[in-house]
Every structure is written in C-alpha cells, then in structure tokens.
C-alpha cells in the first residue's frame, strides 16, 4: 500500500508535516516505538508510530531519524496527544527526506495500525487473484506452443523483474532486461552445476569495466531433467530482499519455464526417434532416405540430385553409463542447439549431423567455430561432470551425403579417442587423429581389454605380488628410447638395477626389448592401459 492511502481514509485525519512528494511510497508494516534509536528492531518499509517520549532535548530528533533513515523507513508518523510536533523533529525529517505525518490527538495508534492491516491485506488477497489469473493465462499461452522468450520477456516486465534463463552451458534461453556477457553466463552455469541446493544468490561474473552484480538463481527442473542438460532461472537480484509478491512472482516464472523446456525435451525426443535409423541408412548406403531424413529435419537441399549442403557428424558418449537414460542425447542436443537443423539421435552413444553454412573459407570459418563452441561447452559442463566423463568425436567436414557416411564413422573413432585420452570432458576433431592413437581408438573395446591383459597381465600381477614396479620401469625404458644411461639416471637407479629389472620384463612377458617389434607391442599395451 502507499502512503497516499492511508492519508485519504476521512476518519483518520491524518496530514503531511513534509515529504508530501512520496505520497506514492509503498508502506510495508505498521511499527510503534518510543525508543530512541529504533534501528534494531526495523527491516525496512514501516509506518514508524512515535508518541515521542523518546525526545528530551531537540538535538534528539537528528538521532531518531537517522535511525530510522538507515533502518530504510518508509514513513513516521507522529502522535499530537502531547502538543504540537517540535520544529526540530520537522526539520530533521526534511534534512533526511523522512515523509512525516501528523497523528491527531483523537486519532489513536490502534486505529492506524488496524487500517494499515486492513489495507495490506486487501491489498495481498487482491494481488493473489491476480498472480493466479496471470498465472494461469501465462500457462495457457506456453502449452498452446507460444513463443517461450517472447512470453518469458513479457511475464518478466510485467512482474518487474529482471531476468534470464540460461542452459547448463551458458546459453541464452530467454531473457529481459540487461543481458549478462556470455562469459559470464558461461562461468556462472559452471559454478551452478556443482550446487545441490537452491535458491543461491551469488555475483555474476562478469569483465572488470561492467564489473559484478548479485543475482539469485534458480534451477528450471522437469520430472526427466538432468542439471547437465537443463535450464537455470538468474533474476538480478538478491532472494533475500525479495517481497512476498516478488517470491511469487518469480515461482510463478519458474513454472512456465518448466513447462517450456518440458516441452522442448519432449520435441527433442520426438525428433531423436525419428532419426534412430539414421546410422543404418548412413552405412548401407540408402542416401534417398538419408537426404528425406535430414530434409524433414530443416536441412534443406542446397544442390542437385542427392547433394546436399556441408556436413559435420558429432558423436558423443558418457562414462560409464548413466542410470537415467538419454542422457548424453540430451547433453549433445544442447552442444549444437545453436546449429538450426541439426540431426541429434541414440542415447549413450549420440550422433548429431550438422549443416555447415557456406562453401569455400566461409564453411571453413564455421567449421571453426562449430569447433571451438563444442569445446568451450564441454568445458562448462566439467562443473558438474562428477559422476561422469563426456567424450566428443567432430569429423572432418563431409560436402555431400556420401561422404557424410564417413563423417560419422570419423566423428565414432574421434570420440573413442576422446575416451582414451581421458580428462573430465575431451573433444576430438577428425583431423587430430593421424598417430597410432587413431587405430587403437578404431579397435573394439574387448579387443584391446584382451591386448593388454595378454602383454601388461603377467606384469602387474608381479608387482601386485612382490610390491614391485616393472610396469613403471618399462614405461620409462620406452619414454627414453631404450637408453640405458638416460633412463636410469631418470630413475635415479644403478643401470645394472634397470638391467635386472627389464631381463625380469623380458622373462614375464616373452619379449626382447632390443627388437623395434617387440617395443612397439609393449608400447600400445601401455598406452592402452593409461
């Protein structure tokens, strides 16, 4: 309520001493005191009642307002039982912007106090009705397929409150007001992935010349949501100061955002199942039905006959397997949410086929940025990879559909690569992998456990047994080329104890590592063990 309100209640009598120009300030509570410096027991936004028993000398008025001034007071209200109110306390009020008002003798504090209760919650059930019809139409509009960032922005404004939704990378959902510098977003969506509980106000980062402001967030949870593939609400404020209505409003904002991205993991979804047969038709050749598919997915033809426009494959996978299922489809869905057209389908082993625009150096150019966005993505997302590592592979680009069959085969050994290379999240590009690395990656899993558990098994079961370390000790022989004085004065031994220990290597495993065969088979053993 304002103070303009209470003052046109006709029985209260009640008129302006100063600071008739914030009529409009918003009264939040009804407070009486008669204590000098009543700071302590204020939060802001009262009526102040004063008989003013506090006052023994006028010096006492400049004490009371401070106080009240930095209690945030809206208003005081002063009793005229005892006389007139002093000059001193008026003056003090106008030196301090303090709106006073005079409280006639046969106006009493009680009175006051019950129609600024009344008023409030008039006022609040009012307010209620109103957050439930808004609520209800703003639900209505989201369901029907509305636009979610105009009905966002629009909710937003008219609750007044300034806020975004971003992903679990950074990226701008939706928003209103100021947006936040994408490295800012991209930083805060890293620390939010490692929160467990809500809501949290914090300081968005942000450059040194926009400096830091503190906002609220909030997670945006559907019943199938993950925190790696979801949304956050940041309001521009802290929740501490919020009012009731504020509370509300943003509560009401986070359940039609829940809603929005409930539906877009459900179009999502729908669009994976779709394309769950695109793997097949890539590597049986059917390039009609491949050329449909992506066609019915937004990616239109840009060429004659089965040519289509640019083409990177993106394969993706999480380690070990989550228990909730889909989840590495959801998380590279959100890497290349801002590639329009883009192809997302499988589960924990994802594939994604995205249009490159332009031919030539502007292909190019987007390849890289394609490139280095995955990357920067997967490196947020570290903040809540805990549980789990993410592998991405990105091919080469492919310029038709034939070649897009061996895209993804490329962007499949680029992500077992990944996997081998470990790290909390990896990105491999196509054109990275050109060593021995690319085919171990291209070997099956069983085959390479049989591998290594063949060369390496013998070793780590002796030192296992005997506390010693053979394994180590022919890593090392190997980093050094298979020099004896280099690699035991790397190990700080006598060479004649790094003889031994690899005349016991050799024994163990059947092999001599004076051939270059031989040094080569124990060398992708190890590699295939780190």
Same mark, same amino acid.
């Given at each position: 309520?304002?103070?303009?309100?209470?003052?046109?209640?006709?029985?209260? *009598?009640?008129?302006?001493?100063?600071?008739?120009?914030?009529?409009?300030?918003?009264?939040?509570?009804?407070?009486?005191?008669?204590?000098?410096?009543?700071?302590?027991?204020?939060?802001?936004?009262?009526?102040?009642?004063?008989?003013?028993?506090?006052?023994?000398?006028?010096?006492?008025?400049?004490?009371?307002?401070?106080?009240?001034?930095?209690?945030?007071?809206?208003?005081?209200?002063?009793?005229?039982?005892?006389?007139?109110?002093?000059?001193?306390?008026?003056?003090?009020?106008?030196?301090?912007?303090?709106?006073?008002?005079?409280?006639?003798?046969?106006?009493?504090?009680?009175?006051?106090?019950?129609?600024?209760?009344?008023?409030?919650?008039?006022?609040?059930?009012?307010?209620?009705?109103?957050?439930?019809?808004?609520?209800?139409?703003?639900?209505?509009?989201?369901?029907?397929?509305?636009?979610?960032?105009?009905?966002?922005?629009?909710?937003?404004?008219?609750?007044?409150?300034?806020?975004?939704?971003?992903?679990?990378?950074?990226?701008?959902?939706?928003?209103?007001?100021?947006?936040?510098?994408?490295?800012?977003?991209?930083?805060?969506?890293?620390?939010?992935?490692?929160?467990?509980?809500?809501?949290?106000?914090?300081?968005?980062?942000?450059?040194?010349?926009?400096?830091?402001?503190?906002?609220?967030?909030?997670?945006?949870?559907?019943?199938?949501?993950?925190?790696?593939?979801?949304?956050?609400?940041?309001?521009?404020?802290?929740?501490?100061?919020?009012?009731?209505?504020?509370?509300?409003?943003?509560?009401?904002?986070?359940?039609?955002?829940?809603?929005?991205?409930?539906?877009?993991?459900?179009?999502?979804?729908?669009?994976?199942? *779709?394309?769950?047969?695109?793997?097949?038709?890539?590597?049986?050749?059917?390039?009609?039905?491949?050329?449909?598919?992506?066609?019915?997915?937004?990616?239109?033809?840009?060429?004659?006959?089965?040519?289509?426009?640019?083409?990177?494959?993106?394969?993706?996978?999480?380690?070990?397997?989550?228990?909730?299922?889909?989840?590495?489809?959801?998380?590279?869905?959100?890497?290349?949410?801002?590639?329009?057209?883009?192809?997302?389908?499988?589960?924990?082993?994802?594939?994604?086929?995205?249009?490159?625009?332009?031919?030539?150096?502007?292909?190019?150019?987007?390849?890289?940025?394609?490139?280095?966005?995955?990357?920067?993505?997967?490196?947020?997302?570290?903040?809540?990879?805990?549980?789990?590592?993410?592998?991405?592979?990105?091919?080469?680009?492919?310029?038709?559909?034939?070649?897009?069959?061996?895209?993804?085969?490329?962007?499949?050994?680029?992500?077992?690569?990944?996997?081998?290379?470990?790290?909390?999240?990896?990105?491999?590009?196509?054109?990275?992998?050109?060593?021995?690395?690319?085919?171990?990656?291209?070997?099956?899993?069983?085959?390479?456990?049989?591998?290594?558990?063949?060369?390496?098994?013998?070793?780590?079961?002796?030192?296992?047994? *005997?506390?010693?370390?053979?394994?180590?000790?022919?890593?090392?022989?190997?980093?050094?080329?298979?020099?004896?004085?280099?690699?035991?004065?790397?190990? *700080?031994?006598?060479?004649?104890?790094?003889?031994?220990?690899?005349?016991?290597?050799?024994?163990?495993?059947?092999?001599?590592?004076?051939?270059?065969?031989?040094?080569?088979?124990?060398?992708?053993?190890?590699?295939?063990?780190?």
């Amino acid at each position: 309520m304002q103070i303009s309100e209470l003052l046109a209640i006709p029985r209260l *009598h009640l008129r302006f001493l100063s600071g008739a120009e914030h009529a409009h300030r918003r009264i939040r509570w009804a407070y009486t005191t008669d204590l000098l410096e009543p700071k302590r027991y204020l939060s802001g936004g009262e009526l102040v009642l004063t008989g003013m028993m506090w006052r023994n000398a006028p010096e006492d008025s400049e004490r009371f307002v401070r106080s009240l001034d930095e209690a945030g007071v809206a208003c005081l209200a002063a009793g005229a039982a005892l006389g007139e109110i002093p000059p001193d306390l008026i003056a003090a009020c106008q030196r301090y912007d303090m709106p006073l008002i005079e409280v006639p003798a046969e106006t009493s504090f009680g009175v006051v106090t019950e129609e600024v209760v009344r008023l409030l919650t008039r006022r609040r059930f009012s307010s209620i009705a109103e957050t439930r019809d808004r609520h209800r139409r703003l639900m209505a509009e989201v369901a029907a397929g509305a636009d979610f960032p105009e009905v966002f922005a629009g909710a937003a404004e008219e609750a007044g409150i300034s806020a975004w939704v971003i992903s679990s990378t950074g990226r701008l959902v939706a928003s209103t007001g100021q947006e936040p510098q994408a490295a800012g977003r991209e930083r805060l969506a890293f620390r939010a992935l490692g929160w467990t509980s809500f809501p949290r106000s914090t300081e968005l980062p942000a450059s040194e010349e926009a400096g830091t402001r503190t906002v609220t967030v909030l997670p945006v949870q559907t019943r199938e949501s993950h925190p790696l593939a979801g949304w956050l609400l940041v309001c521009a404020s802290d929740h501490a100061s919020w009012s009731d209505e504020t509370h509300e409003a943003v509560a009401e904002i986070v359940s039609m955002a829940v809603l929005a991205r409930s539906r877009a993991e459900e179009r999502s979804l729908s669009d994976a199942r *779709h394309a769950e047969g695109l793997s097949r038709l890539l590597a049986t050749q059917r390039f009609d039905e491949v050329a449909a598919l992506l066609h019915v997915a937004g990616q239109a033809d840009t060429g004659e006959g089965d040519r289509q426009g640019q083409h990177i494959a993106v394969s993706a996978t999480l380690l070990p397997e989550p228990r909730l299922p889909d989840l590495a489809r959801r998380i590279v869905a959100e890497l290349v949410a801002d590639w329009s057209g883009s192809v997302v389908t499988g589960e924990n082993d994802a594939l994604a086929i995205i249009p490159v625009p332009g031919t030539g150096e502007a292909g190019t150019r987007a390849a890289e940025r394609l490139y280095a966005g995955l990357a920067r993505d997967a490196r947020v997302l570290e903040g809540g990879l805990v549980d789990y590592r993410l592998a991405v592979g990105i091919s080469s680009t492919a310029r038709d559909l034939p070649d897009l069959r061996g895209a993804a085969v490329e962007a499949q050994h680029a992500r077992r690569l990944a996997e081998l290379r470990g790290g909390r999240s990896r990105v491999i590009a196509g054109v990275e992998i050109d060593s021995h690395e690319l085919l171990l990656a291209s070997v099956p899993e069983e085959v390479r456990s049989s591998y290594r558990e063949r060369l390496l098994g013998p070793l780590l079961a002796y030192d296992r047994d *005997h506390r010693s370390d053979l394994v180590r000790t022919l890593e090392r022989f190997l980093q050094h080329s298979g020099s004896w004085q280099r690699c035991a004065a790397a190990m *700080h031994v006598h060479v004649n104890t790094l003889r031994y220990r690899i005349g016991r290597v050799e024994e163990l495993t059947g092999r001599d590592l004076s051939n270059l065969e031989h040094r080569v088979d124990l060398f992708l053993a190890l590699k295939l063990r780190s």
